[in-house]
């Protein structure tokens, strides 16, 4: 069931949005060579803290997890795609990370990643991250009254594609409201005209995966929490939450 939400409460998804915004904007400065995912994901809970807000990334655990999610950020370096655990690893010279993070304020959640890369960077990893968000932006363009689910899926596919880039199939953006999680699923590619309609009032997270080395395949590390790529390609990750308006998408998580 999809359900849409008031203007208030689109006001008030906003508030959550924001928290994320700055959890991703504190993580991103203080990531550099040599600091761990540890602590960055202590940064992101400091924000979390100081908002009054909670983690619905804390304790998460959905089906096909073996354990609760044990951190407020997912940390995702280099040929990790999503769903990384933040652990004692060190960040060293050229690592490409995505960070997804997500908040709960006033019962409303919020759900936003960004992907970059610390000390000096390799050209295919900004290459990588350019298309990306813009991928990203292509699927929060067509996110207006009048399209479809498909018309979202088939904009982020194609700007995906066309630089021959990987799609995970399976993983994609959701509806997001007083759960992280709700209907309808958003994949990430997909044909146009087709699916759910969209409506004044629908929220929903948008977050392509892009994997470097153009194949589709990806695997569960031993820790069953992160997807990583089968062929030890690079990955990036970039998400916004959106909320479908009569005066076009408004980003709740904007930066
Ligand atoms: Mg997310
Ligand atoms: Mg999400």
New binding site residues.
Partial sequence: MVELKTDTSIDAMYEAGQVVARGLTAVREAADVGVSLRELDEVAHAVLREAGATSPFLGYRPSFAPTPFPAVICASVNDAIVHGIPTAYRLRDGDLVSI?FGAQLGGWAG?SAITFTVGRPRPADLRLIDTAERALAAGIEAAVVGNRIGDIAHAIGTVCREAGYGIPDGFG??G?GRQ??EDPGVPNEGRPRRGMPLRHGMAL?I?PMLITGGKDGYHAAPDGWTLKSNDGSRAAHV?HTVAITEEGPRILTAR
């Fill in positions: 997804d759900d953006g959701h997001i992280m999680h997270a977050e998400e």
